[in-house]
């Protein structure tokens, strides 16, 4: 799994806590208009505690954003319910001072009508759809959502 440095600008720290993205490859060669080839790319967040006390987060509810050279959204489709699943008590983890935890979310880029799509679901079972993307650069930025504060 990848990270930046702060230069990459792809960390933020708020209140002690630093949240920082992670992605699995930098590039990717994506083969041309293959319908059914998958190329898998993993997204997520580490979350490392710096403060001085533990703090309880959820590793549930987290998801990407592909933004465009023009730092456009990229359009998405969803959430397509399939299933609905709930926080287990594994899902809460407590950050003792320096301590780090990841979530992390598995998508796979695919053709399908002539056009290129990244599909990934949420550990809640909603799937989500990121789709008309064309050959060149893209930004990541990944959203972490505490729902069930403890």
């Not at 695919?110 to 990121?130: A, H, M, S, T």
Request: proline share 7%; aromatic share 14%.
């Amino acid at each position: 799994m990848t990270s930046f440095g702060p230069d990459n600008n792809n960390n933020l720290e708020l209140n002690g806590i630093k949240f920082q993205t992670l992605i699995s490859e930098c590039e990717l060669q994506i083969p041309l208009k293959q319908p059914g080839k998958k190329t898998k790319l993993q997204l997520g967040i580490e979350i490392t505690n710096n403060t001085e006390i533990p703090h309880c987060f959820l590793l549930f509810f987290g998801r990407p954003k592909f933004l465009q050279a023009n730092k456009q959204n990229l359009p998405r489709f969803g959430p397509n319910v399939n299933g609905s699943y709930n926080p287990q008590k594994s899902d809460f983890k407590i950050l003792a001072p320096g301590e780090s935890a990841s979530l992390l979310v598995e998508g796979y880029f695919c053709w399908e009508d002539n056009k290129l799509k990244y599909v990934f679901r949420e550990p809640g079972g909603q799937n989500w759809i990121f789709y008309d993307f064309n050959h060149g650069e893209y930004w990541v930025q990944f959203t972490y959502e505490n729902q069930h504060p403890a």
